[in-house]
């Protein structure tokens, strides 16, 4: 089993910056990809960013390019989720999720991921 505890979440004004952390704990070996999902009010969960547990590959979904950054601690088993820029859009939970070995394009589905965590809120709001 792996457990992930997110953490970081808040309100910030449009054009502010949040760090989400997220802790994974357990059969942390049985991972191969750690992703940030999202979820809006009324709206289905998406993927915002993954990164490889091996080689450190990273993918973001094309709504946060160039503003949002993921990068994990080896060390801590903690992987973040940098956010800047960040638009009334952005707003929504934010989950930690774990899986396996993905094929290729599979990075940011949902549906591929097995372990997630509670999430933590984030709204983005003048």
């Known amino acids: 089993q792996v457990h992930l505890v997110e953490s970081g979440g808040g309100t910030v004004q449009p054009g502010a910056s949040l760090r989400l952390s997220c802790a994974v704990s357990?059969?942390?070996?049985?991972?191969?990809?750690w992703g940030w999902f999202r979820q809006a009010p009324g709206k289905e969960r998406e993927g915002v960013s993954s990164?490889?547990?091996?080689?450190?590959?990273?993918f973001y979904a094309d709504s946060v390019k160039g503003r949002f950054a993921i990068s994990r601690d080896n060390a801590k088993n903690t992987v973040f989720l940098h956010m800047n820029s960040l638009k009334p859009e952005d707003t929504g939970v934010y989950y930690c999720?774990?899986?396996?070995?993905?094929?290729?394009?599979?990075?940011?589905?949902?549906?591929?991921?097995?372990?997630w965590g509670l999430g933590t809120q984030v709204t983005v709001s003048s």
């Open positions: 357990g059969r942390t070996t049985t991972t191969s990809v």
């Open positions: 990164i490889t547990t091996s080689a450190d590959r990273t």
């Open positions: 999720a774990a899986t396996g070995i993905l094929g290729v394009g599979r990075e940011l589905l949902k549906s591929e991921y097995v372990y």
